[in-house]
């Protein structure tokens, strides 16, 4: 029996429905400083004199499920920044700082001490501050032990150096940068394809080719795409950059190109981690795994054709691995 995202409790398509409900009810705020809004990467907000605010929120999701089963929590701080300043950086700002918030049932200094170790790790190594935060102890709302965090990032940019992709065209190439691993999405329908439902694989126990535990491959940090895209955009490569979370690759490449062309993607041309193979060998079609993972490729850069080496280039310098997965057509 094929498994979905939508047997395992979440709706792309509610998801999409929410953001209109948002949009609408955010069109009754006018404000001439915003420059972009709902739906995008992130938010945009004029400070005058040529310069951006860019601001965006995420979480980590149901990631932090195993990572509790686990009791590995350091690299939920990585991801927590991570799935911010990707965010952040796509339209080319810099990131300022970054704030988090956690909920708990009870503050247990142990392991959110860690998620914390995490985060100012991350923040270090995406060159931005960590300004503050708020810790909320909410015992009857989350059970002892139960905790979820959100995290929230405020990056700088000129508007005269704004990625908005509007100068995209088709023949433009995608190049695709690995990711390392699932990331931070899609975790609902990992734990529903390989540790509930009667598969209930074994967490510890070290795969027959790499030695390394199933939960270690499932708890991978996001990786951080900062330094590179900033580098990328700095050089004067870039058209449109993508993080690839929720949604994959053609809706996250879709929100960055103009309207009339899309993204023609080729699966077949670079190598997956064995931990998508897994996940479809559970189950899972091909289809729901191209909407709802990264499948090895956790953000694109489009660009000219001439630029594909360049940026290629300066992936490998980064020590990144670069691949053109596919081209724009109308």
């Known amino acids: 029996m094929a498994l979905t995202y939508d047997d395992s409790g979440v709706s792309l398509d509610r998801a999409r429905n929410w953001v209109d409900v948002v949009k609408n009810a955010a069109s009754r705020i006018s404000d001439p400083s915003v420059r972009g809004g709902i739906g995008g990467f992130a938010g945009l907000y004029s400070l005058g004199n040529g310069s951006l605010l860019a601001a965006c929120t995420d979480g980590v999701g149901t990631k932090l499920e195993i990572a509790r089963k686990a009791k590995i929590f350091r690299g939920l701080g990585q991801d927590l920044v991570a799935m911010n300043v990707n965010d952040l ?4 700002a810099r990131p300022l700082f970054f704030l988090d918030y956690i909920a708990c049932g009870v503050l247990d200094t142990e392991p959110l001490g860690e998620v914390m170790e995490g985060v100012v ?19 009857g709302v989350y059970e002892p032990g139960s905790f979820d965090l959100a995290g929230f990032s405020v990056g700088l940019v000129d508007e005269a150096a704004l990625v908005t992709g509007d100068d995209i065209q088709p023949g433009d190439v995608m190049i695709g ?3 390392s691993g699932l990331h931070s999405n899609g975790f609902s329908l990992v734990r529903a394809s390989l540790l509930e439902n009667g598969s209930d694989l074994p967490l510890w126990e070290p795969d027959s080719e790499t030695g390394r535990p199933l939960v270690e491959t499932l708890l991978e940090p996001t990786k951080l795409y900062v330094k590179l895209a900033l580098a990328a955009h700095g050089k004067g490569l870039v058209r449109g950059m993508a993080h690839i979370t929720g949604g994959g ?4 490449i879709s ?8 993204p023609e993607i080729d699966f077949g041309c670079w190598k997956r981690p064995a931990v998508f193979e897994l996940i479809s060998g559970a189950g899972v079609p091909e289809e729901e795994m191209r909407s709802v993972f990264n499948l090895g490729i956790g953000f694109v850069f489009i660009a000219s054709p001439e630029n594909a080496d360049p940026i290629r280039a300066l992936c490998s310098e980064h020590g990144d691995e670069a691949t053109v997965i596919g081209r724009i057509a109308r």
């Open 121 to 139: 790790d991350a923040c270090i190594a995406s060159g931005c501050a960590l300004l503050g935060g708020e810790t909320a102890e909410m015992p």
């Open 177 to 179: 940068v690995s990711s």
């Open 255 to 262: 929100r960055v190109i103009p309207a009339g062309l899309l």
């Open 89 to 92: 950086v796509t339209c080319g």
């Open 249 to 252: 690759l053609e809706e996250n």
